[in-house]
């Protein structure tokens, strides 16, 4: 004969289970209407127009041996396909185009409609860092911008 | 060694499959629903079925890019991808009306017979049944954890019911399924016979489930299986010049690449360069048939024609085999729709079980709690004094 318990676990362990099938349905409604934090202010930089927007507001993650943030870029002037090379990175200076073109770390990719950028970042983001995208065309003219990263994101 | 008794093998048994029993038949659910995704599609949405009436040969994958290019000037194509023979190409692209679309072109007209944006059945049943849409971050997700640890649940309820059904082995000679002899009876026996008959499916399952659970951990702590695909030098791109550059090799070239260096290439998914460093990627299915239809590949530099990486089963370590033929033994597409019907039963055996162990374990306790209250109801009837003078004998 089978014995019966009447742990807490054994009360309740069907509805967690439940519980977790509705956090699927939970999880697929975010999905499908997701929720970004604000764009931030829109900058010139050469020919282009640029608006930045982070995906979310958690910390840098690790990938592939680098600090990681990841970011949407939306130009809403100038052509992408006049870019030879972009990168962005956050920090308390840019990176130098130099140290950056070695590897694809940081580079823009994407397409004219929207461009998205794995940041390279410092593991933790302090006050004093700001955002430096840096631009170089084909005529080979190199033109830097930054912004100011919002205090929502400071840890 | 101490023998272990049945009655501990029956009470593993539960405590492997009982606790998580509704997430277990849900996973076992919506992967058989996943194993046939594609074919759903077919059978329910027209516009995915790639006819050809005409018998006519398949356009190669740039002619394709350049029909949904010319039909939406002003698309950006980032992905081209195909399947079975019968279902049609899918080319994937950003509008400026559109983030995100999926255009499904039938390989051998050219026509672009439906243009979607949003999810597809197909990548709903399949993220449902891997990480029950619980979010990705940082390269993890809670609920493709949960999924894999289904792995341990159906391993061990395997290794423990076998325990429990001793010369299991006769239901293969002596099939027995009692179907005239109660409720109790026949659901006992169609557990342990679907177990038996399933035993490889079961043995599959968990080894791949194990391995997708020690690909998450590597995900996670950022262990690469398979390198990332170079970029192109920056002193190999055009400087100094007025407008805009052409590269030299197009798709075409880097597909004919891809053919030339592998016998019965076929190419299923590539990805076109999403910046100017950036190379063809071109990867698709070859000889091996228990490799997945990205084992066979190459990244084309567009500015010189040279191949930067390569992909083949030959030249893979012990981790790369073990992605590339982890998901066809999975979900069984080695040999296209048969072994894809055969998961499929299966699937559908596994989903079974889970509910027949379920009512049988349910039929149980339902009787040991009537018992139990049938005692107390006997109990409440006899007086108190009576029960006292029996406790002191």
Redesign the interface.
């Known amino acids: ?4 318990s009447n742990s807490m ?1 054994d009360r309740y ?2 509805k967690v ?2 519980l ?2 509705i ?3 939970f ?2 409604y ?3 209407f997701p929720q970004f934090p604000d764009a931030w202010s829109t900058k010139s930089i050469g020919s282009f127009e640029v608006t930045p927007m982070p995906y979310n507001l ?1 910390s840098p ?5 680098t600090y990681t943030k990841d970011f949407l870029l939306l130009f809403s002037q100038g ?1 992408v ?5 972009a990168y962005f990175n956050i920090g308390a200076a840019p990176l130098s185009l130099a140290d950056m ?1 070695d ?2 770390a940081g ?8 461009q998205e950028v794995h940041a390279i970042a410092p593991k933790v983001i302090q006050a004093d860092h700001r955002a430096w995208l840096t631009i170089e065309n ?3 003219k190199l033109k830097t911008v930054s912004w100011a990263i919002p205090k929502n994101l400071h840890q | 060694m101490a023998k272990l008794s049945n009655r501990f093998w029956f009470k593993l048994h539960g405590l492997f499959s ?6 277990f038949c ?1 996973v076992c659910l919506t992967g058989t629903i996943s194993v046939i995704s594609h074919e759903l599609t077919w059978l329910t949405n027209p516009d995915s079925r790639a006819s050809n009436p005409q018998q006519l040969a398949e356009k190669p994958k740039s002619q394709l890019v350049d029909i949904v290019q010319n039909a939406y000037p002003t698309a ?1 194509i ?1 992905t081209v991808m195909s399947f079975e023979s019968y279902i049609a190409n899918t080319v994937i692209f ?3 009306d559109k ?1 995100y679309a999926i255009a499904y072109v039938n390989q051998y007209t050219g026509e672009i017979q439906e243009v979607i944006q ?2 597809t059945f197909k990548s709903f049943m399949r993220s ?1 049944h891997a990480w ?4 990705w ?3 993890y997700s809670i ?1 493709y954890y ?1 999924v894999c640890f289904m792995a341990f649940v159906m391993l061990g309820a395997l290794v423990s019911g076998l325990m429990i059904y001793k010369k299991f082995w006769r239901s293969y000679t002596q099939p027995k399924l009692r179907i005239h002899q109660g409720k109790k009876t026949f659901l006992a026996d169609l557990h342990r016979l679907a177990g038996v008959w399933s035993m490889w499916f079961l043995i599959l399952m968990s080894i791949t489930g194990l391995w997708y659970l020690a690909q998450a951990i590597m995900w996670q702590n ?1 262990i ?1 299986i398979e390198a ?1 695909a170079p ?1 192109v030098e ?1 002193s190999q ?9 052409v590269r030299p090799y197009s798709l075409a070239d880097a597909v004919n690449i891809a053919e030339q260096k592998f016998p019965n290439f076929k190419s299923t998914y590539i990805m076109l360069p ?5 190379t063809y990627k071109v990867y698709g299915e070859g000889d091996g048939i228990f490799y997945d239809q990205y084992s066979y590949g190459v990244t084309v530099n567009p500015w010189t024609g040279k191949v930067e990486s390569e992909r083949s089963p030959e030249k893979m370590n012990a981790l790369q085999t073990l992605s590339h033929i982890a998901n066809p033994l999975h979900y069984g597409n080695i040999g296209g729709l048969w072994t894809k019907i055969i998961w499929f039963i299966f699937g559908a055996l596994l989903t079974g079980m889970s509910i027949t162990g379920f009512l049988i ?1 349910g039929g ?2 339902v ?3 009537k ?2 209250d049938n005692q107390r109801s006997i109990f409440s009837k006899v007086p108190v004094t009576h029960l006292v003078q029996q406790d002191g004998k």
């Not at chain 1, 993650?61 to 041996?65: F, K, L, T, V």
């Not at chain 1, 396909?81 to 090379?85: K, L, M, S």
């Not at chain 2, 029950?132 to 979010?135: D, I, M, V, Y």
């Not at chain 2, 055009?238 to 805009?244: I, K, S, W």
Request: proline share 5%; net charge negative; charged share 20%.
């Open positions: 004969m089978a014995r019966l676990w362990k069907y289970n439940g977790v099938l956090l699927s349905c999880f697929l975010k999905n499908l958690n993650y690790m990938h592939d041996g052509e396909a006049d870019i030879r090379q073109q590897a694809d580079i823009l990719h994407g397409s004219q409609h929207a084909w005529q080979g | 009982l606790p998580i029993w509704i997430i849900f950006s980032s950003t509008d400026s983030p949003g999810l449902l029950l849409f619980f979010p971050q940082n390269g609920g949960l950022d690469e990332h970029v920056v791109l055009p400087y100094g010049v007025a407008d805009v550059p999403e910046h100017f460093r950036d374990w149980r306790t009787k040991a709690a018992d139990t």
